[in-house]
């Protein structure tokens, strides 16, 4: 079982649509929670830290449940400019607080 | 400010020969991740170094594989010999502080093709 498990996806949505990515782990050591983003041929970019009381940027909602060992990521009146990959990543302290980044998952707006 | 830099963004090479990939981390930052990435097996950690230190390889593929940190604004990955199944994506990525919850940045990537 991989540490970190995402839906692969693709999910295909249209503008406007709201959309939700769930993510799982294993290790219940972890400490830290984000959720980066990745373009197409591009490196992966930080979007948010997820924190234990759930927390909003904008359109994006990112919330922990840490008892189910599951995060999830909210993204309302999606854009064109959304599509992307989404990364779910997980740092555990006693691995040497290294990240583990779960497969990705990919998310494609239409007009 | 510059991010991290890598080097080359683009390497083609033949089955069998070394390969070289280069990374410069943000300044002041201490810890360097290297990262591979392909559509298969998604984002994988190599290796990861502390104050130029490696604290954990166990990512590292095979002895092919290579990585040092002489100094805290250089690291490099040798491929020696590089292999057709090497081709990926490669990510050098620094953070501020040991751990912390400070996140990493992450290099433009070197496009790797072995052939």
């Known amino acids: 079982r991989k540490e970190v498990e995402q839906d692969p996806g693709p999910f295909n949505v249209p503008e406007g649509a709201t959309v939700a990515f769930n993510c799982t782990y294993s290790?219940?050591?972890?400490?830290?929670f984000f959720w980066y983003r990745q373009d197409c041929r591009k490196e992966p970019k930080l979007l948010m830290s997820v924190y234990s009381s759930g927390n909003e940027d904008g359109r994006f909602t990112a919330q922990l449940n840490r008892a189910s060992q599951y995060i999830s990521l909210l993204i309302r009146d999606s854009k064109l400019s959304d599509s992307a990959t989404y990364l779910c990543?997980?740092?555990?302290?006693?691995?040497?607080?290294?990240?583990?980044f779960g497969q990705g998952t990919e998310l494609s707006v239409k007009p | 400010d510059a991010g991290v830099i890598q080097s080359p963004r683009h390497e083609v090479t033949e089955m069998g020969q070394e390969v070289t990939l280069r990374c410069k981390p943000i300044s002041g930052h201490n810890s360097l991740f290297w990262y591979r990435q392909t559509m298969m097996r998604g984002l994988e950690l190599l290796i990861y170094f502390n104050n130029n230190v490696p604290i954990d390889d166990s990512g590292m593929p095979e002895d092919r594989f290579s990585a040092k940190m002489p100094n805290a604004s250089f690291s490099t990955l040798k491929i020696q010999p590089s292999e057709p199944r090497d081709s990926a994506v490669y990510f050098c990525a620094s953070r501020g502080q040991e751990f912390s919850t400070d996140t990493q940045y992450f290099g433009p990537g070197t496009r790797l093709t072995v052939l």
């Open positions: 290790n219940s050591a972890s400490q830290s």
């Open positions: 990543v997980v740092i555990v302290y006693n691995q040497g607080g290294k990240l583990i």
